[in-house]
């Protein structure tokens, strides 16, 4: 029997290429499998064959979404893939966007099966899972050997055409499609049984879960913004030099709050970057160029604004959980709030 | 961190590079950025072009903050 053709699509790190500083790597297209491709190699055994591996900078990527997705699909056509891998990605969030971005558009534009890998939080996961197979990953690499098995898997399974299980039972994360079944038992005796269990205290599945729809409705705008006092935030990282309070350079576990009354301007002698998920050379010459003090302040004189308020608000948002970020907001935004604060400018890289 | 400040009460306007992790995040001001590693500047500009650069960049998000809003809104910076 002959083998599956695989298309594999890594960044420009488990390439071997570079870190960060080759985040802006060009897609580029190798034979055979590459890095993470040899453990799938492995797991498929006989059975199918890694016959090209892309790769792409996850900056490169993200910052030219609709040329980068065009090359990267040219690139896959005419390759006659059985079925195309991306990843997997864990908690990188530029990378989760990368790899189901291009899944999605292969899928789309070629009609290929796609199949990719993240944790559930990667933003790339919630842009896509009602369109793709994502499957379930830890936050980081050392989820790999658990994330492989899995995935080469279901990519063997699309690839042959057998019918895809539920996502409980082939472990990518559910995207809300349902399919019609027998159960065993009536849904009445399920119903009971799950009370039984509740006011047990013993854990239960519910068959219909809420939907999560976590939107905040916009608050009404500023009247005069001339008049308010305006407050930064960010989740770049920006701190003063030698990260005092040691925020964690991915992964945060806290937030920072630091004085910039009479501060005019960032320089490299005075404030640098604690991120460590993009290349920190621009952010470390010149901070204003992710936290921009120096414009508002310019601002602040002309009338623009009212004030700059005297505190910034900053993290790390690299692999840093949401429900960590949600803490550190809702505790600084009570004290924004407390000081009357009217507006906030929130900046990401 | 920016719906949880939207959630205080505070108006805010999220300045990102991928702005449909913004849309995802669910952020209701949204103003374009220039790329992830330097989202407020450019390197490869002259240091008077790159402060004018991030002024308009600000302008454009206390335009965003000064606009009443219905859902989520890209303010294209121009």
């Given amino acids: 029997m002959p083998k599956y053709k695989v298309v594999h699509y890594i960044n420009q790190f488990y390439a071997g290429i570079g870190g960060e500083e080759k985040a802006d790597y060009k897609p580029e297209i190798r034979d055979g499998a590459v890095g993470p491709g040899t453990a799938f190699a492995s797991a498929f055994g006989d059975e199918a064959e890694i016959i090209k591996t892309i790769v792409c900078g996850d900056s490169y990527f993200n910052e030219n979404l609709s040329e980068a997705t065009k090359t990267l699909v040219d690139m896959v056509r005419g390759l006659d893939a059985d079925v195309f891998i991306a990843g997997p990605a864990f908690n990188a969030g530029r990378y989760g966007v990368a790899c189901a971005t291009i899944c999605s558009a292969v899928s789309d534009e070629l009609g290929i099966p796609v199949l990719t890998g993240m944790f559930p939080e990667n933003p790339g996961a919630e842009m896509f899972l009602d369109r793709l197979y994502i499957i379930e990953t830890g936050a980081n690499a050392a989820g790999m050997r658990n994330a492989v098995p899995k995935m080469a898997a279901l990519a063997l399974k699309l690839a042959s055409g057998a019918p895809i299980g539920a996502s409980i039972e082939e472990g990518y994360l559910p995207g809300g499609a349902r399919v019609n079944f027998f159960e065993k038992e009536r849904g009445s005796k399920r119903a009971v049984d799950m009370l039984l269990k509740k006011m047990a205290g013993k854990p239960f599945v519910t068959e219909y879960p809420m939907p999560d729809f976590d939107r905040v409705p916009p608050n009404p705008a500023v009247a005069d913004i001339s008049k308010a006092t305006v407050a930064l935030v960010t989740s770049g990282g920006i701190v003063p030099k030698g990260n005092p309070d040691r925020i964690e350079s991915s992964s945060a576990s806290k937030y920072g709050e630091y004085d910039i009354t009479g501060v005019l301007d960032l320089t490299a002698e005075t404030y640098e970057t604690a991120h460590g998920g993009y290349d920190p050379i621009y952010a470390n010459q010149d901070a204003d160029r992710v936290l921009p003090v120096d414009v508002l302040r310019e601002f602040e004189k002309e009338g623009k604004i009212g004030k700059l308020y005297n505190k910034f608000y900053t993290t790390v948002g690299n692999g840093t959980s949401t429900k960590s970020s949600k803490l550190f907001a809702q505790e600084f935004s009570k004290k924004l709030k407390e000081n009357n604060v009217q507006a906030v400018i929130l900046t990401s890289t | ?78």
């Fill in chain 2, 1 to 78: 961190m920016v719906k949880e400040i939207e959630r205080a009460g505070i108006p805010v306007v999220h300045i990102c590079t991928v702005t449909p992790i913004s849309m995802t995040v669910g952020a209701n001001r949204i103003v374009p950025a220039v790329a992830i590693p330097h989202p407020l500047g450019n390197p490869s500009l002259s240091i008077e072009d790159e402060r004018l650069l991030r002024r308009k960049i600000l302008n454009t998000a206390l335009n965003a903050l000064s606009t009443e809003v219905e859902g989520q809104t890209i303010f294209e910076v121009t």
